[in-house]
């Protein structure tokens, strides 16, 4: 069992940053392709990006790319999300997830473990 812990999120203005953190736990974290989705209020869960377990390579949402970065310490267990001049439309909650197994996936489906969540509130 794996286990998620979100840290990192609150309330900034348009332009600003956050660095949100998961420590993972459970598992053998290099072994894990982590994730990080975010839903906004009555929106479906949604991709934001992802890094394979070597680190080498990371994925990203249209919407977010050239703004967010992810990254991995597999010496600490924890996946970061970089969040660069943030605009309103990404207020949301952001939950990291992880999967275990072969392939890679921006599919909610595909993500077996997920965090509880933190709340990022960008105001115009």
């Known amino acids: 069992q794996v286990q998620l812990v979100e840290s990192g999120g609150g309330l900034v203005q348009a332009g600003d940053s956050l660095r949100l953190s998961c420590a993972a736990s459970?598992?053998?974290?290099?072994?894990?392709?982590m994730a990080w989705f975010r839903q906004a209020p009555g929106n479906e869960r949604e991709f934001v990006a992802n890094?394979?377990?070597?680190?080498?390579?990371?994925y990203y949402a249209d919407s977010v790319k050239g703004r967010f970065t992810i990254s991995r310490d597999n010496a600490k267990n924890t996946v970061y999300l970089q969040m660069n001049s943030l605009k309103p439309e990404d207020t949301g909650v952001y939950y990291c997830?992880?999967?275990?197994?072969?392939?890679?996936?921006?599919?909610?489906?595909?993500?077996?473990?997920w965090g509880q969540g933190t709340q990022v509130t960008v105001s115009s």
């Open positions: 997830a992880a999967r275990i197994g072969p392939g890679w996936s921006r599919m909610r489906s595909d993500y077996a473990y």
């Open positions: 459970g598992a053998t974290f290099g072994s894990l392709l």
């Open positions: 890094i394979w377990r070597s680190a080498g390579d990371t």
